[in-house]
């Protein structure tokens, strides 16, 4: 762990070294010699352009000296830190971890082969994707098409907001896994939350192999001719082509243009994943996790990539398999609040044994 720390240590000096290499090196190449009274002798002098870059130097300067002397004050806090980590990593058995990574693992393999694994089983053939049943089961609900209300109210803060939430989609479930880790008090709820997680996301493709639904924004701009071949739809980053076309970029489209599963409405993964944390220790209280669930909720029926039957169908989903993990079998059960066999056994035993020496002092 020394070792380590020395390591940590020497590397955050090599950046700091390294970037005042580099803006020393850009000053040269811009035609300014460092030394302020040399540069001031220099034709054609852009005093402007000098003072920018030897402000920036002096910036990179005092963040090298601030890392140093963050690191020297709380050195042994950041060992004990690192010690403490390092620790926990070495007790980490590979068995359970993997027994709890397993789920989510197979769901990663079929959603990144879908189209092999409809093809293979021959499902692209019998199961053709359903463009209605989830539009007519919202109305019948609703008596009314809730994402067609939202997006009717379509205006860049809006876009914006529902654009942050998506984006933090994709890495959450991997953030939300190392706090898990990092924080002491959170670890024994890692294999739980991976177990539910797993369970979750390939309960969910599996549903999107076999029953696979258009999202509102196919099913509201499509054009299909008598032939069931498309002859027009929206592009598939839905809402977001406006924040595309104002930021003057193609990230969404990227995205979901690249995307394999482009029939899985239902159920909703984009409001799965937070509920998913809910049920699990969330990590800011249990208020912001619901608050995130509802902004997920509203920004993927707003962006028209999900019905609301989606979002709802998402948060069942977890619902069901937490229920499952707890009522039914876990193989983490001290994780999710059940009682392992092992303690059962152990406390019944020691209740008996208990039983029998004041029976026998009696």
Known sequence: MVLLGDLAFRMIKKLSRGAVHVVRKEASFLGSYWEPTTRMKKPGFNQEKNTLILSWHQFVESLYSACLAYYEAR??????????LWSYLRQVQLRKFIIALLPFLTYLLIFTCYKQFRHTLGLDKVLTPNLE?????EYNLFFCHPHRILSALANPVFDLLAA???LIHFPLPFLFGAYLTIVPTKRPKLYSYMWCAGWVNLTAVLIQSFFPTSPPWFTDSAIIDGHGTVIYE?????????????????LFHNIYSTSPLKFGAFPSLHVAWPMVILVNHPWFGYKVAVGHVVWIALAA????????VDAIGGILLVLLVKFCMLRVWSPFPDAVGGVSPVSVSNESNNRNSSVLFNSDIV
Do not use: C, K
């Open 301 to 308: 029926v707003y962006s028209t990539h999900h019905y609301l």
């Open 133 to 137: 049943i989830l539009s007519r089961l």
């Open 234 to 250: 929206h592009p598939s980053e839905a809402g977001f082509f406006r924040l595309d076309r104002m930021l003057g970029n193609t």
């Open 75 to 84: 050195q042994i806090l950041i060992m004990n830190h690192l010690q403490t």
């Open 164 to 166: 942050v939430v998506y």
